[in-house]
């Protein structure tokens, strides 16, 4: 997929983590371990930087805010790692603002949402992403951000 025309070589990759994450590390700990969002983050931006890039790291519990987020990242960022939380198996909003985008997206979540569920099985949001990551906790974001690099490599 083309890095949209307007963000400049040196534009940030947006790392955007939805409702609840902001709990990690206290929240459900059998299913996302014991890791905090600072710490997923911290191995965003770290994985980032090995590869030349910078992570842009915000988390949101309102729907309307993540979709503002990918709204700007159609200028302002040359890449999203998305995990959409709960409003992936909801929110259609979500999903058309991510069509919209002519950037590489990357779908992340910490759990194998296959294997939990059934309300989990479906995501709106992967039939408009490149890439899905699931199950590998989180190392999934840098895997992620590992592939994003490639595609805008390629990209170049
Ligand atoms: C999640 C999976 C979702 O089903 C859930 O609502 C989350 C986190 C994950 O990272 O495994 O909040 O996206």
């Given at each position: 997929m083309p890095n949209h025309a307007?963000?400049?070589?040196g534009a940030p990759v947006l790392v955007l983590n939805g409702p609840n994450l902001g709990l990690l590390g206290l929240r459900e700990l059998a299913v996302y371990?014991?890791?905090?969002l600072a710490d997923i983050e911290e191995l965003c931006r770290r994985t980032a930087a090995e590869h030349g890039l910078r992570a842009d790291c915000r988390q949101s519990n309102h729907e309307g805010v993540l979709i503002d987020a990918v709204h700007e990242a159609?200028?302002?960022?040359?890449g999203i790692v998305i995990n959409?939380?709960?409003?992936?198996?909801?929110?259609v909003a979500l999903r058309d603002a991510l069509a919209a985008v002519e950037l590489p997206v990357v779908e992340v979540h910490l759990?194998?949402?296959?294997?939990?569920?059934?309300?989990?099985?479906?995501?709106?949001v992967s039939g408009v992403v490149g890439t899905v990551i699931c199950?590998?906790?989180?190392h999934g974001y840098a895997m992620a951000l590992t592939h994003l690099a490639q595609l805008l490599e390629e990209n170049r």
């Amino acid at each position: 997929m083309p890095n949209h025309a307007d963000a400049p070589q040196g534009a940030p990759v947006l790392v955007l983590n939805g409702p609840n994450l902001g709990l990690l590390g206290l929240r459900e700990l059998a299913v996302y371990g014991r890791g905090t969002l600072a710490d997923i983050e911290e191995l965003c931006r770290r994985t980032a930087a090995e590869h030349g890039l910078r992570a842009d790291c915000r988390q949101s519990n309102h729907e309307g805010v993540l979709i503002d987020a990918v709204h700007e990242a159609r200028t302002a960022h040359r890449g999203i790692v998305i995990n959409p939380a709960g409003y992936s198996h909801t929110s259609v909003a979500l999903r058309d603002a991510l069509a919209a985008v002519e950037l590489p997206v990357v779908e992340v979540h910490l759990s194998n949402i296959h294997r939990r569920e059934a309300f989990r099985h479906h995501s709106c949001v992967s039939g408009v992403v490149g890439t899905v990551i699931c199950g590998a906790g989180a190392h999934g974001y840098a895997m992620a951000l590992t592939h994003l690099a490639q595609l805008l490599e390629e990209n170049r």
